[in-house]
């Protein structure tokens, strides 16, 4: 069985989806990745193994600021030739879906979110983009037609795998098809340290990440904060924030899960599709305080592994972190929990699909 993997970017930062390809390209070695920017010094595939689109050649600070490359990414997915392979499977936060295959190759998608600046996001989106009132047309305008190209793109996906019930609700309502949830692979290998005295939240810095919302509660308990990660948002955070609240950068896996190890708990303010950081978090041996939305909803038990807020306020967030300083959480049942996201509950869930939706051996 011939298998290729499509994967929208790679030429920044990684992420959870760039870890769902990570996997998939470990349960198939042998498959090539198609993307349509791919930068050799972020990401350590073969050379040999990567295929880009005709956007590689585009200058570098375009290649960094993807949204002036809109207009051309449609004909970038739909040039590659697919007729070779028996199953394509598109690891998609936005536009690998959208590929065309040979009617003999089976296309599963396994989708991170619709495209969320132009459906769910959009009106937030549109009010992110500081623009006057001509280029806000031509936005809306563009966003339009993308979003006929997206739905069409849809229709061409032979199955949906979707990575949260958040992401399967959002699947149904917008590109009105059915799917079936594998949850991304985490790496679930149990950690624990002697806890310090601080919090963490992490992520990209981006207004989405709702970082301001911890920021604000922060500021008023006065209880530290680390702020793991970078992005465009960072100094307007850093305007924000006390000098009880810390701003690390990026920092490396191993600092990464150190720090996670050692904090009294997790900050999870913003509604994501899935949110990997949770799971981490849990691996880690440490507790998750979340916003009661999204993803975090099917990773975080209750009083067992962390504890909600139900409204995005520095108030709600602050009356969970004292209900969280009031529990015990058994490190046990937080390394169980990770252990139902693992590497190998991914691996058996994918081939299984593969199996299941293809007719080739």
């Given at each position: 069985m011939k298998v290729a993997l499509v994967h929208d970017w790679l030429n920044q930062k990684a992420g959870g989806a760039e870890q769902v390809l990570d996997q998939l390209a470990t349960i198939f070695p042998e498959a090539p990745?198609?993307?349509?920017?791919?930068?050799?010094?972020?990401?350590?595939?073969?050379?040999?193994r990567i295929r880009t689109s005709f956007l590689q050649s585009a200058p570098d600070f375009l290649k960094q600021r993807s949204r002036y490359l809109l207009p051309l990414i449609p004909s970038a997915?739909?040039?590659?030739?697919?007729?070779?392979?028996?199953?394509?499977?598109?690891?998609?936060?936005?536009?690998?879906?959208?590929?065309?295959?040979?009617?003999?190759?089976?296309?599963i998608s396994y989708c991170h979110s619709p495209m969320r600046f132009a459906w769910d996001y959009w009106p937030m989106y549109l009010n992110e983009q500081q623009v006057g009132p001509l280029r806000r047309a031509a936005i809306r305008r563009m966003v339009g037609r993308l979003r006929l190209w997206d739905y069409a793109g849809a229709a061409r996906v032979d199955h949906f795998i979707a990575n949260s019930k958040t992401t399967q609700a959002r699947i149904q309502k917008y590109y009105r098809r059915s799917s079936e949830i594998v949850y991304p692979p985490v790496d679930s290998t149990p950690h624990q340290a002697d806890k310090d005295d601080y919090y963490v939240t992490l992520?990209?810095?981006?207004?989405?990440?709702?970082?301001?919302?911890a920021i604000e509660a922060f500021n008023i308990s006065g209880k530290p904060l680390k702020v793991i990660?970078?992005?465009?948002?960072?100094?307007?955070?850093?305007?924000?924030?006390?000098?009880?609240?810390?701003?690390?950068?990026?920092?490396?896996e191993e600092e990464r899960t150190h720090l996670l190890a050692k904090a009294r708990g997790l900050i999870f303010p913003n509604i994501e599709d899935f949110g990997i950081a949770p799971v981490d978090a849990m691996a880690a041996g440490t507790a998750v305080i979340a916003y009661a939305a999204g993803g975090a909803t099917e990773t975080v038990i209750e009083g067992q592994t962390?504890?909600?807020?139900?409204?995005?306020?520095?108030?709600?967030?602050?009356?969970?972190?004292?209900?969280?300083?009031?529990?015990?959480?058994?490190?046990?049942?937080?390394?169980?929990?990770?252990?139902?996201?693992?590497?190998?509950?991914?691996?058996?869930?994918?081939?299984?699909?593969?199996?299941?939706?293809?007719?080739?051996?």
């Open positions: 990745i198609y993307t349509m920017i791919y930068n050799p010094e972020r990401f350590n595939y073969p050379e040999e997915i739909e040039a590659w030739d697919f007729s070779d392979f028996d199953v394509v499977i598109s690891s998609s936060c936005a536009f690998s879906k959208n590929i065309i295959t040979h009617e003999g190759t089976i296309h992520g990209m810095l981006t207004p989405y990440k709702k970082i301001d919302l990660g970078d992005g465009p948002d960072r100094t307007r955070l850093e305007a924000l924030a006390a000098e009880n609240i810390e701003f690390t950068g990026y920092v490396t962390g504890i909600f807020f139900t409204e995005q306020t520095a108030r709600a967030l602050n009356e969970a972190v004292l209900k969280a300083e009031t529990q015990e959480f058994k490190l046990s049942d937080l390394h169980a929990r990770a252990d139902q996201f693992s590497y190998r509950q991914f691996h058996d869930a994918i081939i299984a699909t593969v199996e299941r939706h293809s007719d080739v051996e």
